[in-house]
Structure formats: C-alpha cells, structure tokens
C-alpha cells in the first residue's frame, strides 16, 4: 500500500506546482509517475529493493530518488517544503469543474479560501463575484461544481473498490480458519460505483478472522470490533464492512447482502406465496418453521423455481420476469475477449511502446490488438500528425509480418470536430484497419446540436467505433446531452459499434445505455483505452457493466474472430 502513499504524494505535487505556475513539463513528470506507480502490478517495494525502478515508465532519475526518501524515511522533504508555500487542502479546488490553478491560485492569496468547505460558504455568500473577472454565473457554476464532486466523494469507483477488496480478500483467504469468502452488497453486483464494501466469510474462529482484519495494513482506523461484523476505514478513505456467518447460513446471508434490496423484496414476496419464509439465516417453512435451506445461495432460488440469477444482473430490472420464462441471457464472460480495440503508446500519450503492448496482449491471451493513437488536433495527448501517423501504419505493417497467430490493427482514435468532421483527411483514414472516433472538446453543446455532430461522424464510411459515446467522467463530469436512441438507429445503419471504454472513471456506456443498444442490435465494443501495458486489465471493468447491459458474447464485437470484425467494418 505504500505505493498508492507515493502515488498520491506525487499527484499532490503535481497539482501544487501547477497552481504554483511551475514548469508544464515537470508537473507532467510527476504526474505521469503517479499514475503509473498507481497500476503496478507488483509491489514497488520490490522494484525498488531489486534496484529496478528505472523500468517503471515514467520514473526518472528526480522521482526514483524521491521514491527512495520515502521508503527510507517515511517522508519527503520537497514535499513538506511545498506544503507550506501550498496548503494540500488547496488541491482538492482544482477537481472542481471551472476552477483552475490561477483561480485557486486566486482564491487563496486573495480571499485566504484553502479548501473546498470554505470557498463553498464564499460562494453561497455571493463574496466571489466581487473579484474582478469573477461574473455571478462562475459563482453559480462553483456551487454546482462542488455538489457534483461530493456527491464523487461520497461513492468511489468499481476500480477502486475491487483492487481495495482483492487485497483483503486475498490476505483473509490465506488464514486456515476462512473457511468461504466473498464480497457482497454493490461490489458484486458490480455496479459502477459502490459507497462500501461489503465482504462475508465462516470461520471456525470468528475472534482470530476480525483481528487479523482490523491488523490489515491499509486499516487507518476501526469503527467497529465485533465477533459477527467489524468495519475499518483503509487510508484511502474506503469504509469495509466485514461479516462471519454460520455455516448454515453462508448461502442465505450472501444472498442477503448482494442484494439489490429490490430484488430481494420481489423474491421473498415470490417465496412467501410459496408459504416458505426468506431471510440472511436461511430458508424456512412458514408453517413448521424448520429450516430448510440456506448453505449454498443456489438453493435460495431452486426452492423458489427459479434459474440461478447472477449477480449483476439482481436489481429489479427485468430479470425475475426473464428468469421466470426461462430466457435469462447468458452473459458474456471475460475469457471470451479476444482482443483490444483500442490502446494508446508512446506515439502519443501512452508510457510503453507498440512491441510492449503487442506482448502484454499476448501474454493476457488476445488474438488481436488495435493501435489507436490519438490524432493531430489533440495536442495535448500528442496526437500524431498525418506523416506520423502514415509512418506508424507502415510500422504496424512491417511488425504484423513477423507476428504468427496475431494480428496488430493501425489504428486511431479520431478526434470528432465541432462540426461533426473528422481529425485526418479521408484519404488517411481509408489506410487504417480501424477508427475509432471520438470527442474530446466542446462538451458543452445543446443536445440537438451535438447529436448532429455524432451522427455526422458515424456516418463516415471509415469509422466503426464511436468511442466513450457521452463523455461521462465518474465523478469529474456529467455525460453531455445527447439522443442516444438516434445515435443508435444510425450506428446500426452504418455497420459502427459502440463502445464500452473500460477505464474505471469512464464505464461508458454504462449498463442501462447497453441494454438499449442490444435491443436496437448495435455491436459494442469493450475496449479499455489502455496508456500502459497493467490497464489491459481493466477489461474486467468493461466486462462488468456489459453483464450488467444484459449483453451476450453475440453482443460484443471483441468475441469475434478478426475476419469477422473486419468484414462487419467492411459491410
Ligand atoms: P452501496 O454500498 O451503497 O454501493 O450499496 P449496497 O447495495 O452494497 O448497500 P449496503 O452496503 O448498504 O448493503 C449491502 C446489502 O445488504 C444491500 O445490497 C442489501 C442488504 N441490505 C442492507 N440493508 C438492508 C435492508 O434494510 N433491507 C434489506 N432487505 N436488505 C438490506
Ligand atoms: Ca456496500
Ligand atoms: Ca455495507
């Protein structure tokens, strides 16, 4: 856990020598290296201990150094420096939409605001405005902003929340007196965003399982201690909830505790016309009272005549009627990927090089991988320009010979312009195998207006994918305003697939937007817009709100061989 410590410590200063003015570069530098610590595989403690956090993208002399300060010292002197010129708090105004870092700048020297709280209470108080260049619109836009980065606090993402309960559910799993474990409630249903984890075991030592959890190292404090449920806060601010049941009752309290509630209301109801009782104990004939299930979740739903229903599938949406009739889709599963259709390298913003990807691809099982760097309006992401990018295909070209049983798409992801044309001339795009289109700017255009522009785009012959189809930000950014059903229709005329983008802040489209385009037959495409090799692994995220989307391996373009996605851009 060390390694989120630095990461964080990084990305802070990131952010307090931008709002210093400090040198672009370098606060890219830092940056970059936190994210990168950030999704380590393994333990950087290790990497370090080995001599090799040179290999680490992103890890420069300066920032190796400063790793080692921490791992000796348990601090860092720049970073403490820093501090006192910037107050950490200070930070935290720059996840606001429509504050920068000359504003919080701003702010700080000229009004003493140091955190959110406080500038929120400015702002209700009208005592911004007063600021030259400061209008009453940029005031109301703050406390709208604020809101929305609150309510982002309050609930954190799928990505999170799995990496936080792997880490306790592999160490509790080790202990000889865990006998089954499991995460439950909105973890597993695996929702988007989940407010706490909820994790259940048996044990035949309930005293020897809660020590060991409130001993964990990411444990920052314990809320409660109990022989049945104990709850730790981690130091990222994750609140767990740990709970050991009998035995008998294992099936039935994980059934409890997945949830939704709303399905779990329609179920007892169904058990009751059954005069059988439903509970986290067990299953119980209503009449005699006995027990009569309740070890293993699947007899909750046989003694009811039902399927097995998966979990994420368990919200009150359709599912109890499908199960009913016998017509639950069977969801595609994670092992039925065979490629990524959308990654980034070093050409632009990404941190490993073409061959580095190509291997980490193979190595995770893939067919297939699909080069999309970005294109050359996109500056900031180092988008290529056309003589770069003609020079990346015939890369691409050269490599795919000397690959056996795979296959390395040229791609890009295009940037989709206000009006609705494309980044590269026709004449490139026509030398791609893929594109895939997408916005990065102007997100702030009237529904109708930015519809036109989408559908304009996936009207192009040459695109197949539109890529994080509304722009959604968990936490950071609403979707924009756009006629999805329209955009829908049109895809489907055009042969284009819409994306699931499986970066943890992203899972766009989300579950309900999936369902809508199965039943309008567009394809989608789970891709996880990859900028190093570990977030390939992100596609278990994408897979999961595909689950959730009800979607089918049929559904997804990326369960297809190569041939076959090639003539359905083709068609
Ligand atoms: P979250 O944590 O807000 O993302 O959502 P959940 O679904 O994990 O909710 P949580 O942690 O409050 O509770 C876990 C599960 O326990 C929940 O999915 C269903 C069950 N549960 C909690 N409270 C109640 C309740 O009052 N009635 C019933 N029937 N079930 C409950
Ligand atoms: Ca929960
Ligand atoms: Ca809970």
Redesign the pocket.
């Known amino acids: 856990m060390i390694s989120i410590k630095i990461a964080n410590i990084f990305e802070d200063i990131a952010y307090m020598l931008e709002i210093k003015g400090d040198n672009p570069f370098r606060i890219r530098a830092y940056r970059k290296a936190a994210r990168n610590i950030r999704t380590l595989a393994e333990d950087l403690e290790k990497f370090a201990d080995e001599g090799r956090l040179d290999q680490i993208p992103g890890i420069g002399s300066g920032t190796k150094e400063k790793i080692y300060e921490i791992l000796d010292t348990g601090r860092l002197q720049f970073y403490e420096k820093l501090k006192n010129e910037i107050p950490p708090s200070l930070v935290k105004l720059l996840s606001i939409p429509g504050v920068g870092p000359k504003l919080a700048k701003r702010f700080y020297e000229e009004l003493d605001i140091r955190d959110i709280e406080h500038l929120e209470k400015m702002a209700k108080e009208h005592r911004l405005a007063g600021l030259p260049g400061i209008k009453e619109k940029t005031e109301q836009n703050i406390i709208k902003g604020i809101e929305m980065v609150k309510r982002g606090l309050e ?1 954190m993402t799928l990505g999170v929340a799995l990496s936080t309960a792997n880490e306790i559910v592999n160490k509790l799993s080790k202990l000889s007196e865990v006998k089954r474990i499991s995460t ?4 597993r ?1 695996r ?1 988007e ?6 994790i259940l075991t048996t044990s035949s030592n309930s005293k020897k399982v809660m020590d060991t959890f409130i001993s964990l190292p990411l444990v920052e404090r314990v809320l409660v201690c109990g022989d049945t449920k104990s709850s730790i806060i981690t130091y990222d601010g994750i609140h767990v ?1 740990l709970r050991v049941v009998e035995p008998e009752s294992y099936g039935s309290a994980l059934a ?6 709303a399905h ?2 329609r179920i ?1 109801e169904i058990a009751m016309k059954n005069s059988l009782k439903i509970n986290e104990y067990g299953v119980f004939d209503e009449k005699t009272g006995m027990k009569i299930a309740g070890e293993n979740e699947e007899e909750i739903y046989q003694i009811i005549d039902l399927p097995f229903i998966v979990p994420e599938l368990r919200e009150d949406r359709g599912e109890i009627e499908a199960a009913k009739q016998n017509r639950l889709p069977g969801l595609v599963k994670l092992s039925q990927i065979k490629g990524d259709l959308h990654i980034h390298t070093i050409w632009s913003d990404g941190g490993n090089s073409i061959e580095e990807m190509l291997k980490a691809a193979q190595e995770i099982g893939y067919k297939y991988l699909a080069i999309c760097d970005h294109s050359q309006t996109l500056k900031v992401a180092g988008g290529l320009s056309e003589d770069k990018l003609s020079e990346q295909i015939e890369k691409i070209k050269e490599l795919n010979s000397k690959y056996k049983d795979f296959d390395i798409l040229a791609g890009s992801e295009v940037d989709i312009k206000a009006d609705g044309s494309l980044d590269y001339p026709d004449e490139l795009l026509e030398k791609l195998d893929i594109v895939v289109a997408a916005i990065h700017t102007r997100l702030k255009m009237p529904r109708h207006e930015m519809t036109r522009r989408i559908i304009k785009a996936i009207q192009n012959p040459y695109v197949n994918i539109l890529a994080h189809p509304t722009g959604r930000l968990l936490g950071v950014r609403d979707a924009y305003e756009i006629d999805l059903d329209e955009i829908l229709k049109v895809a489907k005329r055009n042969n284009v697939a819409l994306e699931i983008n499986a970066f943890p802040e992203r899972l766009d489209l989300n579950d309900i937007n999936c369902k809508r385009a199965k039943d309008y037959g567009v394809l989608i495409s789970i891709n996880t817009d990859s900028h190093i090799t570990n977030q390939l692994n992100y596609m278990t995220l994408g897979v999961s709100v595909a689950r959730r989307g009800w979607l089918e391996p049929e559904n997804i373009i990326n369960t297809k061989h190569i041939e076959e996605i090639l003539s359905f851009f083709k068609g």
Do not use: H, M, V
């Open positions: 609930r439950a409630g909105s973890l249903r929702k965003t989940i407010g706490d984890i909820d909830d409890y505790f997945t949830g939704s509630k779990n209301i007892r």
